[in-house]
């Protein structure tokens, strides 16, 4: 089911034209059988010739491929929403709305409107088997002004100067997937509840010396790094992989987003996670993902009311 592709426009002669798009997205949404997006129905799906059109005969409702994704109630063609797909899980850094919109060839209004809903749709990919072998976990600070965003350790520890600044913390299995989670602080049961959700017990857990993480040792095999002390690798204790995460994070919101509001940084985080999840992989497989978590909607209303996280 994998679309095969390694540049844009092999994406684009793939999905010539609108008929291609909504038989893939029908693909991969029917992919464990057909169902009724209003009543879940699954016995009774009929076609229609133009090969859009469903109707459920438990409901009698009809419906398109498009009804309970983010794509419903969009005026934009599904073959823009494929090479926004393609442009967002392609570009290492993330890409912003005024260029996404130059691209698509849509307002770019439209297009960071378009950049939510699929960043939404990378969320839900977050939970599957629990992290193992070595895991770096590691937190990092993001707002504020560009110039003071470089991790300070000493502010952290501190408590000090972290006002206006929301936290992110991220998991990373060496040589696997990411976690990553915007979080109220940085005390020991909020970091260490997030460790025992998501990574398996006994695993090797590398973090830095911060008071957070103490007591790990009794779940994980821990081990810490002194970075107020300047020692940044004992052997194979190290967090350089986790920290390159967020270095690339930084990059794509320092440079390409500019800024990240406290209630978007989930989803900027779950943007980043999924492209690094998929990073040795083929353009195909992130795109695929996004494709079969498209499932939900995010409103313009949903997205620019309730500043409160
Ligand atoms: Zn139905």
């Given at each position: 089911?994998?679309?095969q592709f390694k540049s844009?426009?092999?994406?684009t002669a793939?999905?010539?034209?609108?008929?291609s798009c909504?038989?893939?997205?029908?693909?991969?949404?029917?992919?464990?059988?057909?169902?009724?997006?209003?009543?879940?129905?699954?016995?009774k799906?009929?076609?229609?010739?133009?090969n859009?059109?469903?109707?459920?005969?438990d409901?009698?409702?009809?419906?398109s491929?498009?009804?309970g994704?983010?794509?419903?109630?969009s005026?934009?063609?599904l073959?823009?929403w494929?090479?926004?797909i393609?442009?967002i899980t392609?570009?290492?850094?993330?890409?912003?709305?005024?260029?996404l919109?130059?691209?698509?060839?849509?307002?770019?209004?439209?297009?960071?409107?378009?950049?939510?809903?699929?960043?939404?749709?990378?969320?839900?990919?977050?939970?599957?088997?629990?992290?193992?072998?070595?895991?770096?976990?590691?937190?990092?600070y993001?707002g504020?002004k560009a110039?003071?965003?470089?991790k300070?350790k000493r502010?952290?520890?501190?408590?000090?100067?972290?006002v206006?600044?929301?936290?992110?913390?991220?998991?990373?299995?060496?040589?696997?997937?990411v976690?990553?989670?915007?979080?109220?602080?940085?005390?020991?049961?909020t970091?260490?509840?997030?460790v025992?959700?998501n990574v398996?017990?006994?695993?090797?857990?590398?973090?830095?010396?911060h008071?957070g993480?103490?007591?790990?040792?009794?779940?994980?095999v821990h081990?810490?790094?002194?970075h107020?002390?300047?020692?940044?690798?004992?052997?194979n204790?190290?967090?350089?992989?986790?920290e390159?995460?967020?270095?690339?994070?930084?990059?794509?919101?320092?440079?390409i987003y500019?800024?990240?509001?406290?209630?978007h940084?989930q989803?900027?985080?779950?943007?980043?996670?999924?492209r690094?999840?998929?990073?040795?992989?083929?353009?195909?497989?992130?795109?695929l993902s996004?494709?079969m978590?498209?499932?939900?909607?995010l409103t313009y209303?949903?997205?620019?009311a309730?500043?409160?996280?």
């Amino acid at each position: 089911m994998i679309p095969q592709f390694k540049s844009l426009t092999e994406m684009t002669a793939r999905f010539p034209d609108e008929q291609s798009c909504i038989d893939h997205l029908t693909e991969v949404r029917w992919r464990d059988g057909k169902f009724c997006p209003h009543c879940g129905g699954f016995e009774k799906i009929y076609t229609f010739k133009d090969n859009r059109t469903h109707k459920c005969g438990d409901c009698r409702l009809k419906f398109s491929i498009k009804v309970g994704t983010i794509f419903e109630d969009s005026k934009v063609p599904l073959q823009k929403w494929f090479v926004a797909i393609y442009l967002i899980t392609a570009h290492k850094k993330g890409i912003s709305s005024v260029q996404l919109g130059k691209d698509v060839g849509v307002t770019q209004k439209t297009a960071w409107f378009m950049n939510h809903r699929l960043r939404e749709a990378t969320k839900t990919e977050a939970f599957k088997q629990p992290l193992k072998n070595t895991v770096e976990v590691d937190e990092t600070y993001v707002g504020g002004k560009a110039r003071n965003m470089h991790k300070d350790k000493r502010e952290r520890l501190g408590g000090r100067g972290t006002v206006g600044k929301e936290i992110a913390v991220a998991m990373v299995e060496r040589g696997g997937d990411v976690r990553t989670f915007h979080v109220q602080n940085t005390q020991r049961p909020t970091l260490q509840n997030l460790v025992k959700a998501n990574v398996a017990l006994g695993t090797a857990v590398n973090t830095d010396e911060h008071a957070g993480y103490q007591g790990l040792g009794a779940f994980y095999v821990h081990g810490s790094v002194n970075h107020v002390g300047g020692t940044y690798a004992i052997g194979n204790v190290h967090t350089n992989t986790v920290e390159g995460f967020f270095s690339i994070f930084k990059r794509g919101i320092f440079g390409i987003y500019h800024q990240v509001s406290k209630k978007h940084l989930q989803r900027y985080l779950d943007e980043f996670s999924l492209r690094y999840n998929h990073r040795a992989e083929d353009n195909g497989a992130a795109f695929l993902s996004l494709l079969m978590n498209c499932n939900g909607r995010l409103t313009y209303k949903g997205l620019i009311a309730d500043d409160t996280v």
